[in-house]
C-alpha cells in the first residue's frame, strides 16, 4: 500500500470519528428533547385533571357561597392560561424534537457515506496490494523462466 494510500486511509478513519461524535450528540439531542416533550405532556395532562376535579368539585358543592363557586372559577381560569402556556410549549417542544430528528438522520446518512467511501478505498487498496504482489511474483517466475532458458 502506497503512503498516499495510507494516509488517505487515516484521513477517513478520522472523518469517521468525527461522524461518530456527530451522530452520538444528535442522538443526546432527540433523547433530550424528548424527554422535554414527555414532561409537557405530563404537566399538561396533570392540569387538565386538576381542572377536572375543581369542575367537579364545584359541582357537587352543596352548600356552596358565591364566593367559594368564584374562586373554583378562578382557578379554572388560571389553570386553563397555565395550560395554554404548557401547550405552546409542547408545541415548539415537539418542533424542536422533528428538528433534533432530523438532524440525527442527516448526521447518521452522512456517517454512513463516510463509512462506504473508507469500505471501498480499503478494498481498492488491498485490490492494488494484490495486483502489486502479483506483478512481482510474475516478475520472478518470469526471470527464474529466463535464467533457466540461459543454463540450458
Not at 494516509?7 to 424527554?35: C, D, F, H, P
Amino acid at each position: 500500500m502506497k503512503d498516499g494510500q495510507r494516509a488517505g486511509l487515516k484521513r477517513l478513519e478520522r472523518l469517521v470519528q468525527i461522524k461518530q461524535t456527530y451522530v452520538s450528540v444528535a442522538e443526546a439531542n432527540v433523547k433530550s428533547a424528548e424527554g422535554e416533550v414527555r414532561r409537557l405532556e405530563t404537566a399538561e395532562q396533570e392540569i387538565a385533571g386538576k381542572v377536572q376535579d375543581t369542575q367537579a368539585g364545584i359541582a357537587y358543592l352543596q352548600t356552596a357561597t358565591g364566593q367559594e363557586v368564584q374562586s373554583g372559577e378562578q382557578y379554572i381560569q388560571a389553570l386553563e392560561i397555565h395550560r395554554k402556556l404548557i401547550h405552546q410549549s409542547l408545541e415548539d417542544a415537539t418542533s424542536n424534537l422533528e428538528q433534533r430528528r432530523t438532524e440525527w438522520t442527516e448526521a447518521m446518512r452522512e456517517q454512513k457515506i463516510i463509512e462506504n467511501v473508507q469500505e471501498r478505498r480499503l478494498h481498492q487498496c488491498e485490490r492494488d496490494d494484490d495486483v502489486a504482489n502479483q506483478k512481482s511474483q510474475d516478475e520472478m517466475t518470469v526471470g527464474r523462466f529466463v535464467r533457466n532458458r540461459q543454463t540450458h
